[in-house]
C-alpha cells in the first residue's frame, strides 16, 4: 500500500486519446466483462516498480532521461487473457525497439536496486480486469507510434484509479536514410 511516503510507480507508453477511444468502443463491444480499465488509463507496461519511496523520484527521472530508444510502430492486434481474469490486447509480434527499450529499463532500474517482475516480459495494455472469460484470439487491430515513454503515478480515489504523469521522455525518430 503506497503512503505519502511511498508512491506507485511505472513506466508505461501511453496510449493517444483517439486509440484509447477505439479501444474502449471495441472492447465494449466484446462481452468481455469484469471491471473495464478507464479510457484514460490505458497503457502499455513497460516496467512496474511497485510501491517506490518518493525520494527516489529524482533517481528515477534521471535514469529514464539516460535511456536512448527509437521510435516505433506499435500494433496490438490480438486478444489474451493474462493471470486471474485480466484481458489484454497484445502484439501478435513485439517491434524489437519495443523489447529493447524495456529491457534497457528493466536494466538500469535492476543497477538503481529496483527488482522487477521475474517472468520475461510480455506487452500487453489491459482492458478488463476479474473477467469472467478467457479470452484468447484475434482482435481488431489498433496501432500507433510510439514516441515517448512516461512514469506514471497509480493512485486509489473514491473515483477509482487514477494514474499521473510524473515525467515523460522522448524516443528517437528513426534516422532518415542518406
Known amino acids: 500500500m503506497a503512503t505519502e511516503d511511498t508512491l506507485r510507480l511505472f513506466f508505461a507508453l501511453p496510449c493517444p486519446p483517439e486509440q484509447a477511444a477505439a479501444i474502449c468502443s471495441w472492447r465494449d463491444r466484446q462481452a468481455l466483462g469484469g471491471r473495464p480499465v478507464a479510457l484514460e488509463n490505458l ?3 513497460l ?6 519511496p518518493a525520494a527516489r523520484l529524482d533517481a528515477l527521472r534521471h535514469l529514464a532521461a539516460g535511456v536512448t530508444s527509437d521510435s516505433f510502430e506499435l500494433t496490438l492486434n490480438r486478444l489474451i487473457t493474462l493471470g486471474k481474469g485480466f484481458a489484454c490486447l497484445a502484439p501478435s509480434e513485439a517491434p524489437p525497439a519495443l523489447l529493447q527499450l524495456a529491457g534497457s529499463l528493466a536494466e538500469r532500474l535492476g543497477a538503481l536496486g529496483i527488482v522487477l517482475d521475474s517472468r520475461p516480459y510480455l506487452p ?4 478488463a480486469r476479474q473477467a469472467p472469460t478467457q479470452a484468447h484470439g484475434a482482435a481488431a487491430t489498433f496501432g500507433w507510434k510510439a514516441e515517448r515513454f512516461v512514469l506514471y503515478r497509480s493512485q486509489n480515489t473514491m473515483d477509482g484509479v487514477r494514474y499521473s504523469e510524473l515525467g515523460s521522455w522522448p524516443l528517437r525518430s528513426a534516422a532518415a536514410p542518406d
Open 43 to 45: 497503457h502499455l507496461t
Open 124 to 127: 500487453h495494455m489491459t482492458l
Open 47 to 52: 516496467a512496474f516498480l511497485g510501491a517506490q
